[in-house]
């Protein structure tokens, strides 16, 4: 069912609890009963089963028998969660009374979600993971579709707030009353199963009890219990292909069992290329989820090369590991649960982050095996998303069939045999030239639908080919032409893919093919994908229907309910006896923490579409205490997770706490890429981090945006795409706000010092005569003239790296857009050598540089290796040019793409660029009376929801005792301090946003405002522009000779505040107070903070930043145990704002103000009442 934390696995090992993954593979059909197991759902038989086998139904034990707990009850729940052929789940029937609070609380969330907007209003929560209602009923986009959520374990008998939660909020107290008579008799019938399951694992486990293992224990400690009423539209509907997978994988096997063994098959998710030899078709060629491309050897055509599901068309050849920036094989960054945050936050395979829904039925889940399970909704058909299998969208077109051009649809090319040469050196038919970067000929032109060129081979680790489907921004008719690379050790081909918008089709008749025929739409075939709940344990009921109209029941449509799972691969639709059932399934961590004993339920659930027909369900996910973490019973490592092709778990699950997990998942569901529209590319984000964001000389308020090309100034793809991109950007007016950056991508790194002619090249390469290619007709000129170029065609092939060094060079001088536009015009126009010095330094004085230093900076050691170093990054990682990065500067959103685009996509692009830079900025209250507009701050994140999640909420006494304010290093804090360090204690970036924050909180500050920078140093991080404005400057610290090189400091003040909280200066002194990076080390904060409020003027204003770095063994210990745990902290610091003195303080504020690439930094700011 749909939970706060959920579980979604392939082969590949994942990485956290916590992650969401719906959809794993493209490509649609609704699911039949071969897909169900057999011939039907519910007693169907599954592939290896004989028919009258039929898989055993969930297990249902009458409430009066559970009760009682008699053997034959123990018996009854082993049966449920122990063994292969459990399912994980148990029915409670016969609940006396449980019938009416059922019904009359569904009732009550039906009428809150179609009927009672002024209610949903009322009960409205900061975020979907947070207490309250969230979401648009009828048109919501998010995973979590429209719900009402609130913990239980705050509204029962003895019940507490628990603010990590977050606190509940109703739309009334009639409707909270309702669902708290409901969720106590709920809560108390799962705890009496818990404790059943303890009477299984005391049987069956060694040493259960004795070592103080116990479900009931955590299930009864656990401060949430998360009661989530979910209003599914009508129209959501998502992908799954995990039965197709499976019935692959069988036939592989079957296949295999009949042929001579395979010589050596690898092992899947080995991260090894593993020279396989097949001599009979295999479907799925590449090992699922291994992350790389095998050296595989075949005789026939393979029905898919690629890696299933890993987000790339892969078939490479690698010398040495990929560095995945995930686990090995998941090709993701994937909302993974580490000591430090993780800031990518991709899942597993899929190529893009998930848990995606649509305001409308997604209609198209993505063309089979194109790289990228998407997900996608699409206002008009897609006519050709490339060819299936192939992991780039392309729109290919050939007039004829491409006999032997490797394997079909593989989505890269690889290194393959064939058992008869193919001599054809382009695409057959696709009237274009297919750019090869090769010094001799290759006879093998690749491989039909490939996307890229093929026949590569890298000598560095490949994290990700550039795919544009694999997760960038790319339209279905965008214009494809491509370069690919060629490096020292390869041969590289590159392919030129046609484009409907940018050639003349009527010139080209034979280039349009069945490709571009209307595509069926088609729709995904469940509500909810095949997963396992990542938290202890679910409680969930039989779903109810209602029409959308007017919320009146309706029956279940036909094709529709909760399916569940073995091991073994049984499926059956949940029936039960009693249709108020309670219904406990085992979740991850409840499988993990009894050693794998109990088996955790996989289960989705099946949606038909039914037309206005809404379905909802009130799932409760329990959460154990949060600091438990999620260990086994000692020995009982390797059968606590599963294995094989239904196993939706691995054991990067293991050692990790329910705290992590938890803010994991909710710092993905906060964020708007949870959206799929908004959903960023794990390439993206490598890229990101690879090429920082500049800070923008513009100024002014509107968004800026820069653009990072990838590129080899000799590729003409590039430039017509750069001069499109240029034109679009004059046309919607950003001249001042767009920034190009220029990164080398060589096409061939080894070109001749002397060159070779561009007609020999092409004769040699691809069997193009002079003349064809001197021709007005050849397409690659016709696109050219179009974009305002008149390409000459006697320019030569040329090495390019000294023009980089140039263009490199020229950076500094904000010259590089300039230089790249001349040496263009020098070389694709007046066909000048731009690789000679001669040429360059002409070029560099025409843009305004020095001819003398142009040429000391070609020939500088320092500035050659910067180029090749960034050369080596990107070769890594991409495999074909042109490639642009495109980012708002402050947000770090933005999108790739790749390939030649027209102008009128490239005026589309920029303005999803600046529709992804609305999710950044809030406002808070400011000192004296004046709102503070934060452009840097992320509304979205968990920090800046925490306080807000709280409705005004705070304890009443200090939660707190005095050993949380032990520390391990009880020295005299003097001692550390006696040595001045002149030293930063973030990154470049972070120190950048704290800047930025306090630029804005100062621009509201009034003439003359005084500053006391408590705990600070050499640096206070003040805006020199405003900080001048400040008639006293009082910093505070620990070394006088840090303080005396503080350059900002119209005052120093020695105090170590930790021996005496005690401030020397009067009350109503200063209008701003700063705590940055500090507050984790105050062993009496309560102490502190009501200094700060004594000496701070009437309407005045404090803010303490933090991050997760710290000196651990000076930090308190209520800090120390989660150094990283942004939101925990941001609750501690409003506890020392809310009792430091107690009531003193208002207008408080939390704030993620984090770079995208950098160290998070975070804000607690109140202000004095006036």
């Known amino acids: 069912m749909m939970m706060i934390s959920m ?34 759902v519910g007693g169907a038989a599954g592939r290896g089963q004989s028919a009258s086998e039929k898989p055993q139904p969930v297990v249902e034990i009458p ?71 969230s979401g648009t009923p009828g048109s919501e986009t998010h995973p979590l579709q429209s719900s009402m959520l609130f913990n239980v374990k705050e509204v029962i008998p003895n019940g507490k707030v628990d603010p990590f939660f977050g606190k509940n909020i ?36 060694a040493d259960w009890a004795s070592h103080g293992r116990s479900l009931g224990r955590l299930a009864d400690e656990g401060p949430a219990l998360a009661g989530r009423f979910i209003c599914y539209d009508s129209g959501f509907t998502r992908e799954d292909r995990l039965m197709d997978d499976r019935d692959k994988a069988e036939d592989v096997v079957e296949q295999l069992s009949e042929i001579a063994p395979v010589k050596s098959a690898g092992h899947a998710a080995d991260g090894l290329a593993s020279m396989r030899t097949h001599s009979t078709p295999v479907k799925s060629a590449g090992h699922a989820g291994d992350g790389l491309a095998s050296m595989r050897t075949h005789s026939t055509p393979v029905k898919s090369a690629g890696h299933a599901g890993d987000g790339l068309a892969s078939m490479r050849t ?64 897609v006519k050709s998303a490339g060819h299936a299998g192939d992991g780039l969208a392309s729109m290919r077109t050939h007039s004829t069939p491409v006999k032997s051009a490797g394997h079909a649809g593989d989505g890269l090319a690889s290194m393959r045999t064939h058992s008869t040469p193919v001599k054809s050196a382009g695409h057959a038919g696709d009237g274009l030239a297919s750019m090869r970067t090769h010094s001799t000929p290759v006879k093998s032109a690749g491989h039909a639908g490939d996307g890229l060129a093929s026949m590569r081979t890298h000598s560095t680790p490949v994290k990700s080919a550039g795919h544009s489907a694999d997760g960038r921004a790319m339209s279905p008719l965008s214009s494809q032409y491509r370069t690919t690379l060629g490096s020292s050790a390869s041969m590289q081909v590159a392919q030129i893919s046609t484009s409907l918008q940018t050639v003349d089709q009527d010139d080209y008749p034979g280039l349009v093919a069945d490709e571009f025929l209307e595509a069926e739409p088609e729709a995904g075939d469940y509500w909810l994908p095949w997963h396992i709940d990542s938290n202890f344990v679910t409680v969930l009921h039989k779903e109810m229907y209602v029409r959308e109209s007017d919320a009146s029941l309706v029956p279940e449509p036909e094709g529709s309910g909760l399916l569940m799972m073995n091991k073994v691969g049984d499926v059956v639709k949940f ?23 109990l088996t955790a339920c996989r289960h989705a659930v099946l949606s038909p579409r039914p037309p206005g027909t809404a379905r909802f369900n009130f799932c409760n996910f329990w959460y154990v205490p949060w600091e438990t973490v999620c260990d086994t019973p000692r020995g009982y490592e390797r059968q606590a997770i599963n294995t094989g092709w239904n196993a939706m778990m691995d054991d990067s699950y293991l050692n990790i706490t329910m705290r992590q997990s938890f803010w994991a998942f909710r710092k993905f569901m906060t964020s708007p890429e949870a959206r799929v529209q908004f959903a960023d590319s794990v390439q993206f984000k490598e890229l990101s981090e690879m090429l920082p964001l500049f800070q923008s000389k513009a100024g002014g308020s509107q968004p800026q945006i820069q653009v990072d090309l990838i590129t080899d100034v000799r590729c003409p793809f590039s430039l017509i795409s750069q001069s499109n991109l240029e034109a679009a950007v004059a046309n919607l007016s950003m001249n001042a706000q767009v920034e190009l950056r220029f990164h080398p991508l060589f096409l061939n790194p080894n070109v001749a010092k002397e060159g070779e002619s561009l007609d020999d090249y092409l004769w040699r390469e691809y069997g193009y005569t002079k003349e064809f290619a001197h021709s007005e007709d050849y397409p690659l000129r016709k696109a050219a003239v179009q974009a305002g170029i008149n390409l000459n065609p006697h320019r030569r092939v040329v090495n390019t790296f000294d023009a980089f060094c140039l263009v490199e060079a020229a950076q500094a001088m904000q010259l590089q857009q300039r230089l790249v536009q001349v040496l263009s015009r020098r070389y694709f126009e007046e066909a000048e050598d731009i690789s000679d010095e001669q040429v360059l330094v002409a070029a560099a004085v025409e843009c305004g540089m020095c001819g003398k230093e142009a040429l000391e900076k070609i020939k500088s050691l320092e500035v050659r290796a910067r180029v090749q170093g960034r050369y080596d990054q990107l ?76 409705h005004g909420w705070s304890p009443t006494t200090w939660p707190y005792q005095d050993d949380d304010f032990s520390r391990m290093d009880e020295t005299p804090d003097g001692n550390m301090y006696a040595e001045a360090r002149l030293v930063e204690h973030l990154d470049e970036s972070s120190l950048e946003r704290l800047t930025g924050a306090y630029r804005s909180i100062m621009k509201a500050a009034p003439d003359g405002f005084s500053v006391l920078d408590l705990c600070g140093s050499w640096n206070s991080h003040f805006p020199e522009e405003l900080i001048g404005h400040a008639s006293r400057v009082v910093v505070h610290g620990l070394n006088v000779k840090e303080l005396e090189a503080n350059l900002q400091a119209t005052e120093q003040h020695v105090q170590d505040l930790n021996e005496c909280s005690q401030l020397p200066w009067n009350a109503d002194s200063f209008d701003l107070i700063t705590l940055a990076l500090s507050v984790q080390y105050l062993t009496d904060p309560r102490k502190v903070f009501s200094e700060m409020h004594r000496v701070l003027k009437p309407g005045g204003m404090a803010v303490v930043a933090y991050s997760h770095r710290c000196f651990l063994e000076k930090s308190v210990r209520v800090w120390a145990d989660a150094t990283d745990d942004g939101e925990g902290h941001a609750h501690l610091i409003c506890r020392y704002f809310q009792h430091g003195p107690q009531g003193g303080w208002e207008k408080l504020s939390t704030v993620d103000v984090s770079p995208q690439h950098g160290d998070p930094l975070w804000l607690v700011l109140a202000v004095k009442p006036r």
């Open 7 to 40: 579980l979604r696995f392939r082969s590949q090992p994942l990485a956290l609890l916590g992650r969401v993954s719906f959809g794993a593979k493209a490509g649609s059909r609704m699911l039949s009963a071969k897909a169900l197991g057999g011939p039907g």
């Open 575 to 597: 029936e039960c006896s009693d249709e108020d059932a309670l219904v406990l399934q085992m979740g991850a961590f409840g499988q993990i923490y009894s050693g794998g004993q």
């Open 875 to 950: 070769s890594a990682r991409l495999g074909e040019v042109p490639h642009f990065l495109l980012r708002e500067r402050i947000s770090g959103n933005g999108l790739e793409v790749g390939g030649m685009r027209s102008v009128q996509e490239w005026e589309d692009l920029l303005q999803r660029v600046l529709e992804k830079s609305r999710f950044v900025g809030m406002s808070i209250p400011g000192m004296h009376g004046k709102e503070v507009f934060l452009p840097e701050a992320n509304p979205h994140a968990p920090v800046s929801l925490a306080y807000n999640a709280q």
């Open 318 to 381: 690698h010398s040495t590991p990929v560095k995945s920036a995930g686990h090995a094989g998941d090709g993701l960054a994937s909302m993974r649960t580490h000591s430090t945050p993780v800031k990518s936050a991709g899942h597993a395979g899929d190529g893009l982050a998930s848990m995606r829904t649509h305001s409308t039925p997604v209609k198209s889940a993505g063309h089979a095996g194109d790289g990228l399970a998407s997900m996608r909704t699409h206002s008009t058909p």
């Open 170 to 205: 109703f739309p009334s107290e009639e409707y909270k009353n309702t669902w708290v008579s409901f969720s106590t008799h709920m809560h108390n019938i799962a705890m009496e199963v818990v404790r059943g399951c303890d009477r299984v694992l005391e049987e069956d486990v």
């Open 63 to 133: 409430y009066k028998d559970l009760a009682e707990m008699t053997p034959e009850v123990v018996q009854l729940l082993r049966k449920a969660f122990v063994g292969p052929k459990a399912y994980g789940a148990v029915a409670i029937t016969n609940i006396p009374g449980y019938a009416q609070l059922r019904r009359k609380a569904f009732r009550a969330g039906i009428d809150l979600a179609l009927l009672d907007s002024d209610g949903r209003q009322r009960a409205a929560a900061v975020n979907n993971t947070y207490p309250g209602w």
